[in-house]
């Protein structure tokens, strides 16, 4: 349970960071971003698997870079979906899953599986 309300904290400060660095991407009360922040979890763990299938062929084609096209339209998904969140255009959503995206990579660099910081002891053995 932690590393699931790790991760959606996660999520939302990336999303934060997009309002603030993206212009054309709002959301309205701090309640809000976390509950775009749990809807995005919800979406990307049950649409967009089903989009990146269907869309498999194009991915192959350009070499993966469509599933950047696939995180825009999650994004831009759940901003329809969610009326306190709000997303103008196509490249608003791209360059906000782009940095929603980013926040998460960095993060899961700290965090281990189960949402906990992780700190690796070195022993070394003296001959």
């Known amino acids: 349970m932690?590393?699931?309300?790790v991760r959606i904290v996660i999520v939302a400060i990336g999303l934060w960071l997009a309002t603030v660095m993206v212009p054309g991407i709002a959301i309205e009360l701090p309640?809000?971003?976390?509950?775009?922040?749990?809807?995005?979890?919800i979406v990307n763990a049950t649409v967009r698997p089903l989009v990146v299938l269907l869309t498999l062929p194009v991915t192959v084609v350009?070499?993966?870079?469509?599933?950047?096209?696939?995180?825009?339209?999650?994004?831009a998904l759940v901003a329809w979906m969610f009326a306190g969140f709000a997303v103008s255009?196509?490249?608003?959503a791209f360059f906000g899953a782009l940095i929603v995206s980013l926040t998460g990579w960095i993060a899961s660099y700290f965090i281990g599986p189960r949402g906990r910081v992780e700190v690796i002891y070195v022993r070394r053995r003296l001959h």
């Open 2 to 5: 932690t590393g699931f309300l």
């Open 31 to 41: 309640w809000t971003l976390l509950a775009a922040a749990v809807l995005l979890g």
């Open 62 to 75: 350009t070499l993966g870079l469509f599933l950047l096209v696939i995180n825009a339209a999650m994004f």
């Open 89 to 92: 255009g196509f490249w608003s």
